[in-house]
């Protein structure tokens, strides 16, 4: 039962670092809101994993195909993230005495379940975590002999998840008192920028679905020669 174990939390403690959207704007959070409102913007995120871990565990690779061959949700997660990235990158370019009230510690309210909104959403939109979580459940069942192995071995994942989120949470607000506002506000911007990057690869994906894939298969052929 407690086999594959050791995999989970290391695989967990990889998946903490993935370079996504979530990444990012969780890092910015942290240095510009601090350290609870960040832990709110990370558990709206798990949570919309742990919806994609049920709806993965409770299906086949069939949804996986239908995301693959649906390109109109990868093109709407696309908009989705672009959009949030612009949005967010005009409101950056607005806020400036907003930001160094909240760099100073003057006391501003935070919204705590709007950034549990927003890591829900900014995660949820990017349907390649359902694939990932789909790819990680056959991995568990791959390694795991017991019926509730899949179950531990995905909770292993998640709370090692959490928990590595949390120490970059720290370690985060901790670069605070080293950073100006003016730093933060380009941190900022280049977070939105990243945003819309990953809109922009999400959106290609699904216009050019035949493309990239065959893009992605020549990758390896490079590097062999």
Same mark, same amino acid.
């Given at each position: 039962?407690?086999?594959?174990?050791?995999? @989970?939390?290391?695989?967990?403690?990889?998946?903490?670092? @993935?370079?996504?959207?979530?990444?990012?704007?969780?890092?910015?959070? #942290?240095?510009? =809101?601090?350290?609870?409102?960040?832990?709110?913007?990370?558990?709206?995120?798990?949570?919309?994993?742990?919806?994609?871990?049920?709806?993965?565990?409770? #299906?086949?690779?069939?949804?996986?195909?239908? %995301? =693959?061959?649906?390109?109109?949700?990868?093109?709407?997660?696309? %908009? %989705?993230?672009? @959009?949030?990235?612009? !949005?967010?990158?005009? +409101?950056?370019?607005?806020?400036?005495?907003?930001?160094? +009230?909240? *760099?100073?510690?003057?006391?501003?309210? =935070?919204? *705590?379940?709007? &950034?549990?909104?927003?890591?829900? /959403?900014?995660?949820?939109?990017?349907?390649?975590?359902?694939? @990932?979580?789909?790819?990680?459940?056959?991995?568990?069942?791959?390694?795991?002999? *017991?019926?509730?192995?899949?179950?531990?071995?995905? #909770?292993?994942?998640? !709370?090692?998840?959490?928990?590595?989120? &949390?120490?970059?949470?720290? /370690?985060?607000?901790?670069?605070?008192?080293?950073?100006?506002? +003016?730093? !933060?506000?380009?941190?900022?911007?280049?977070? #939105?920028?990243?945003?819309?990057?990953?809109?922009?690869?999400?959106?290609?994906?699904? %216009?050019?679905?035949?493309?990239?894939?065959?893009?992605?298969?020549?990758?390896?052929?490079?590097?062999?020669?």
């Amino acid at each position: 039962m407690f086999d594959g174990l050791l995999y @989970a939390a290391f695989y967990g403690f990889l998946l903490a670092f @993935a370079i996504g959207p979530v990444f990012f704007t969780l890092i910015e959070t #942290s240095i510009t =809101k601090g350290f609870k409102a960040a832990m709110f913007f990370d558990l709206g995120a798990l949570f919309s994993d742990l919806i994609f871990i049920i709806i993965a565990f409770y #299906s086949t690779s069939q949804i996986l195909e239908k %995301v =693959k061959d649906d390109p109109a949700l990868l093109i709407f997660g696309g %908009v %989705v993230l672009i @959009a949030f990235g612009v !949005i967010s990158y005009i +409101r950056t370019s607005k806020s400036f005495i907003k930001i160094v +009230r909240e *760099h100073y510690s003057v006391e501003t309210k =935070k919204n *705590h379940g709007g &950034l549990f909104l927003k890591g829900f /959403l900014l995660n949820f939109v990017n349907f390649g975590v359902l694939a @990932a979580w789909i790819a990680t459940i056959i991995i568990a069942q791959a390694i795991t002999t *017991h019926k509730n192995g899949v179950i531990l071995f995905l #909770s292993t994942v998640m !709370i090692t998840l959490f928990l590595t989120d &949390l120490l970059k949470i720290f /370690l985060a607000k901790k670069l605070k008192n080293n950073l100006t506002p +003016r730093f !933060i506000i380009k941190t900022k911007k280049w977070v #939105s920028i990243l945003i819309i990057g990953f809109g922009v690869l999400l959106l290609i994906q699904g %216009v050019f679905p035949d493309n990239l894939q065959e893009g992605m298969e020549y990758i390896p052929e490079t590097f062999e020669k």
